[in-house]
């Protein structure tokens, strides 16, 4: 599943309304509940666990897309 | 062994009613003898042996039966008889249990009600009349309701019990009170877009929430502590804060231990660290460790207040819910739009009088109107 399904999905959200630059600023959706859902369902999808340091970082789509592909997911 | 049959008594009827019987089964009957009355819808006729012998009756009083259908055997001998008896023993109870007649009309309302054999049985009665079969039905469609209300109770949820006992103890024990405060949290929205923006950690109101309340454990001790009997209270040694966490998994309400007044920052990440584990429900026994006061924290928009309950073994619980705009005057009375807060105390009115509340409650919406609240961890 690609990132922005898994968004769309957890944020339940039309996917044509995610793109790299969908973050709580602009999506409603994307509250504190939902960040923590989307990080749990990244790491089930992607199967990998990321550390309190690297979920700081997230502050958009492109952050997760990043993040994955730093760690070769 | 002679069979006895009903005759055909007149042209209207098939069916006759057997009034009476005035022989016991075995006794030796001698042809002619009278040995039951039969009544038809017109007339009462006697019924005569046709045959000497042993008698065994197939029908009894009150019975229904047909013209020429079986009503007794007669046997020459008293063995022939007994030999029959023993035979026909099992089948004779049952046909004694199901035998019942109904009255013409009686008849006709269980045909317009779709009465059944097996129900009409269970009135265990030999005559039956319209108005038993009145009462019958009544008796079946209370059951029938009966059966469809059992149909729509279900067992609630086992941590929906757990919730409803607390809930229970709280309402019998606890006099409870609940005050509302409204706070300007228009500064605070722009500081928590920022704290997100930099830290990447989204937080609201229950970090917020937590850190004010570890600041007001030495001003306002009472709402700290518990009422134990005879008008005593005990109080807490330091601030462990209780704050309900619902992430699906169910609700849950993981405490932080403030030995001293503690930060955003550290709050923030404690209650990450809690907020992860809400969602997969991995929470250890030391993050359930009973708080001496609690936060209902309901972020879902739209939702401005909650009435919480007062938690047993605590004093008082802080609502806090999502903030919502509205219009308001500045210092020049131009309108403006601002972000509001409303924060609520449940409290024991046993152990804190309705000013205290007012009171903590000010001093909670203060801090958070002006920011008064501890950011970053203390240096060292």
Not at chain 2, 99 to 104: A, F, M, N, R
Not at chain 2, 127 to 151: G, S, V
Not at chain 2, 285 to 309: C, F, H, M, R, T
Request: with cysteine; hydrophobic share 35%.
């Amino acid at each position: 599943m690609q990132v922005e399904e898994i968004v769309a999905k957890v944020f339940k959200i039309d996917k044509d309304r995610v793109n790299d630059e969908t973050s709580p600023k602009n999506c409603e959706q994307w509250t504190s509940l939902n960040h923590l859902i989307l990080i749990k369902e990244i790491g089930k999808n992607y199967n990998i666990k990321l550390s309190f340091g690297e979920i700081k970082t997230i502050k958009k789509v492109s952050d997760i897309k990043n993040l994955l592909k730093e760690k070769g997911a | 062994m002679f069979e006895i049959k009903t005759p055909q008594i007149n042209a209207n009827d098939t069916t006759y009613l057997i009034n009476e019987i005035f022989f016991e089964n075995g006794d030796y009957v001698k042809k002619g003898d009278v040995i039951a009355s039969i009544g038809s819808s017109k007339t009462v006729n006697d019924l005569e042996s046709e045959f000497s012998g042993y008698i065994y009756f197939t029908k009894q009083p009150f019975d229904e039966i047909e013209a020429g259908e079986s009503f007794a055997f007669c046997f020459e001998t008293k063995e022939e008889y007994e030999k029959y008896l023993s035979n026909s023993n099992n089948t004779s109870k049952e046909q004694e249990i199901k035998s019942y007649v109904l009255t013409k009309p009686a008849q006709k309302f269980a045909l317009e009600n779709n009465i059944e054999e097996a129900q009409i049985l269970s009135l265990n009665k030999k005559i039956i009349k319209t108005q038993d079969l009145q009462e019958l039905l009544l008796r079946l469609e209370e059951a029938k309701k009966e059966q469809n209300n059992n149909d729509l109770i279900k067992n609630l949820p086992y941590n929906q019990i757990q919730s409803a006992n607390v809930v229970i103890k709280s309402h019998r024990e606890i006099p409870q009170a609940f005050h509302l405060i409204k706070a300007d949290c228009t500064k605070c929205e722009e500081f928590l877009k920022e704290y997100i923006e930099k830290t990447g950690l989204i937080i609201g109101y229950g970090e917020i929430t937590t850190v004010i309340l570890s600041e007001l454990f030495s001003e306002f001790p009472l709402m700290f502590s518990k009422y134990v009997k005879e008008n005593k209270v005990c109080y807490a040694a330091y601030p462990i804060i209780g704050i309900t966490m619902d992430t699906g998994a169910g609700l849950f309400m993981p405490s932080i231990s403030c030995k001293e007044a503690i930060s955003l920052d550290e709050t923030a990440e404690i209650m990450f660290d809690y907020k992860m584990k809400s969602v997969d429900n991995s929470f250890e026994a030391q993050d359930l460790k009973e708080g001496n006061i609690s936060i209902s924290y309901n972020p879902k928009k739209n939702i401005i207040s909650v009435v919480p309950i007062v938690f047993p073994n605590q004093s008082a619980m802080v609502s806090v819910c999502s903030p919502s705009l509205e219009l308001a005057f500045d210092e020049n009375k131009n309108i403006i739009e601002k972000s509001f807060l409303y924060i609520g105390l449940a409290f024991d009115h046993r152990v804190i009088n309705g000013s205290s509340a007012m009171e903590f409650l000010s001093r909670i919406s203060e801090k958070i109107e002006k920011l008064d609240f501890r950011i970053a961890k203390k240096a060292g």
